[in-house]
Each structure stands twice: as structure tokens, then as C-alpha cells.
């Protein structure tokens, strides 16, 4: 769950500062390995050209992240008997936790491009985990978050008066590893005006999934679905199965009341 918004500065009423909050809660596996995020952010948004067809922001991220694990539900080979499994011979480990607690800090940037009515370009930049924060149930500090690079570029054409081709991709790079995922889609609009358009696209997750998504869209509401399938070698655990994601997005718009400074009196001849 996540929220945002804009102030207007008292200095220039052209540029925009965003404030907002993150909070995500992720549970997997036998043992409820999860993951708890609260994050603050803050952006200022800047137009580099009048008719602002060409923006930049730059913000930054910040917060506290819990792991953990519920140790109460995990087995252990030491617990074999020979013959079966004894929940009370020693599981042979030792954790000096089972839960940890660190802050993280990430910054990034976004550049919007809008060449003309056919054209619109996007690219954005992320530095994660800069601190290079620890995460360790052993009580040592050899565990640490490596630093993350990840880039995004989008394009948007329309291709007839109610159609219009997206193509995007991310690229994520972090340690040793790298991910790939470039997505297309289609956006097919009932009506302009409202913004009320239906979306269907396929992503690609380079050597390991393909992704089908679907959305739809009406004024400033945002709503979609997404199911990856496993095309890898952990199909052995997975058995190509995925998992759905929702997501919704909503903007909430204010109307400022308008009072005339000042009013014509009509002259009558």
C-alpha cells in the first residue's frame, strides 16, 4: 500500500514537491519468511520547458525493513531418527535471531519526454540500498544487502485514433546478478475523454517466466492483473505454476474553490 502527493513551493509555482509513504507485508514458504517495509519519500519535480512536454524529478526514499521467520515450523535433518522424524532431538542449528531490523535508503530520478501528440518518452533511474545494509540471524556482519542498480525506459505511440502501442522495459542489477524484463501491450481507449480504456500485454522475465497482464483504466483510476508462469529450471518446485498480482491505483483530485478578486458592474446605455 502506498500513497502520495503534491505541494505547490512558495518560490516557483511552476515546480512540484511530492511526499509519500510505502508499506509492504510479504509472507512465503512453510516458515512465514516475511518481510515488513515502511518507507517515506520525498521528490521535486521540475519543468525544463515551459509547455512542460519535458520533466525531471529527483527524489529520495527512506525506511525501516523487518525480516523473519518463525523457527517453530521449520524441520531439520538432524531431527531424523533413523526411522522418523523426532521434534525432539536437537535440530543441530543455532540463530542468534529469528527476526532483524535495519534502515535502508535509496534515491532515483525520472525524466518524462513529450515530443508531440505521437510520441512520448519516459526514463527512470534507481540506486537501492545504498548503505549497504546488514541482515543477519548469526550475530555477525558478513551478511550485507548489496547495492542496486535499476533502469527503466518506456515508449508510447498511438498507432490509430483508439489505439495506442506500449513498450517498456526494466533492468535491474544487483550484486552479481542481473534481470531483464521488457513488456508490450496494447491500450484500447472507449473513450478518450474519460480516459476509459481496457490494456493487454505479455512481459518477459529473461530465463525464468513469461508474464500475461490485463488492466483497465477510467478518469484517474488505474486497476490491473498479472500471472507469471515458470519457464525455468525451478520448474522441479514450482511445476510452472505462478501467482496472480492486483494492483489499483486512484488519484484523488481537489477543485479549489474560485473567488473573483474582482467583479465588472454592467453599464447600461
Given at each position: 500500500?502506498?500513497?502520495?502527493?503534491?505541494i505547490?513551493?512558495?518560490?516557483?509555482?511552476?515546480?512540484?514537491?511530492?511526499?509519500?509513504?510505502?508499506?509492504?507485508n510479504d509472507?512465503?514458504?512453510?516458515?512465514?519468511?516475511?518481510?515488513?517495509?515502511?518507507?517515506?519519500?520525498?521528490?521535486y519535480?521540475?519543468?525544463?520547458?515551459?509547455?512542460?512536454?519535458?520533466?525531471?524529478?529527483?527524489?529520495?526514499?527512506?525506511?525501516?525493513c523487518?525480516?523473519?521467520?518463525?523457527?517453530s515450523?521449520?524441520?531439520?535433518?538432524?531431527?531424523?531418527?533413523?526411522?522418523?522424524?523426532?521434534?525432539?532431538?536437537?535440530?543441530g542449528e543455532?540463530?542468534?535471531?529469528t527476526?532483524?531490523?535495519?534502515?535502508?535508503?535509496?534515491?532515483?530520478?525520472?525524466?518524462?519526454?513529450?515530443?508531440?501528440?505521437?510520441?512520448?518518452?519516459?526514463?527512470?533511474?534507481g540506486?537501492?540500498?545504498?548503505?549497504?545494509p546488514?541482515?543477519?540471524?548469526?550475530?555477525?556482519r558478513l551478511?550485507?544487502?548489496?547495492?542496486?542498480?535499476?533502469n527503466?525506459?518506456?515508449y508510447?505511440?498511438?498507432i490509430s485514433?483508439?489505439v495506442?502501442v506500449?513498450?517498456?522495459?526494466?533492468i535491474?542489477?544487483?550484486?552479481k546478478?542481473?534481470?531483464?524484463i521488457?513488456?508490450?501491450s496494447l491500450?484500447?481507449?472507449?473513450?478518450?475523454?474519460?480516459n476509459?480504456?481496457?490494456?493487454?500485454?505479455?512481459?518477459?522475465r529473461?530465463r525464468?517466466?513469461?508474464?500475461?497482464?490485463?488492466?483497465?483504466h477510467?478518469?484517474?483510476?488505474?486497476?490491473?492483473?498479472a500471472?507469471?508462469?515458470?519457464?525455468?529450471?525451478f520448474?522441479?518446485a514450482?511445476?510452472?505454476?505462478?501467482?496472480?498480482?492486483?494492483?489499483?491505483?486512484?488519484?484523488?483530485?481537489?477543485?479549489?474553490?474560485y473567488?473573483?478578486?474582482?467583479?465588472?458592474?454592467?453599464v447600461?446605455?
Amino acid at each position: 500500500m502506498g500513497g502520495e502527493m503534491r505541494i505547490k513551493p512558495f518560490v516557483n509555482k511552476k515546480e512540484m514537491i511530492g511526499v509519500g509513504i510505502t508499506f509492504n507485508n510479504d509472507k512465503a514458504g512453510d516458515a512465514n519468511y516475511g518481510t515488513n517495509q515502511f518507507y517515506f519519500s520525498g521528490s521535486y519535480i521540475i519543468p525544463l520547458k515551459a509547455d512542460s512536454t519535458l520533466l525531471l524529478s529527483t527524489g529520495l526514499n527512506f525506511g525501516i525493513c523487518q525480516v523473519g521467520f518463525d523457527y517453530s515450523k521449520m524441520t531439520f535433518d538432524n531431527q531424523f531418527d533413523g526411522a522418523n522424524y523426532n521434534k525432539n532431538i536437537a535440530t543441530g542449528e543455532r540463530f542468534n535471531y529469528t527476526n532483524y531490523t535495519f534502515v535502508d535508503f535509496n534515491v532515483g530520478a525520472g525524466l518524462q519526454y513529450i515530443l508531440n501528440s505521437k510520441h512520448k518518452f519516459m526514463y527512470g533511474l534507481g540506486l537501492h540500498h545504498l548503505t549497504n545494509p546488514v541482515i543477519t540471524y548469526q550475530g555477525n556482519r558478513l551478511s550485507k544487502l548489496d547495492f542496486k542498480l535499476s533502469n527503466y525506459i518506456q515508449y508510447t505511440t498511438p498507432i490509430s485514433l483508439k489505439v495506442d502501442v506500449i513498450a517498456e522495459a526494466l533492468i535491474n542489477n544487483q550484486g552479481k546478478y542481473y534481470e531483464i524484463i521488457p513488456h508490450a501491450s496494447l491500450k484500447y481507449y472507449f473513450n478518450k475523454d474519460l480516459n476509459q480504456a481496457v490494456l493487454g500485454g505479455l512481459s518477459l522475465r529473461a530465463r525464468d517466466a513469461f508474464v500475461l497482464r490485463a488492466g483497465y483504466h477510467f478518469k484517474t483510476m488505474q486497476s490491473g492483473i498479472a500471472y507469471d508462469i515458470n519457464t525455468s529450471k525451478f520448474i522441479a518446485a514450482t511445476n510452472r505454476r505462478g501467482a496472480f498480482e492486483l494492483f489499483i491505483n486512484y488519484i484523488i483530485q481537489t477543485k479549489r474553490s474560485y473567488t473573483a478578486k474582482k467583479r465588472a458592474c454592467p453599464v447600461f446605455m
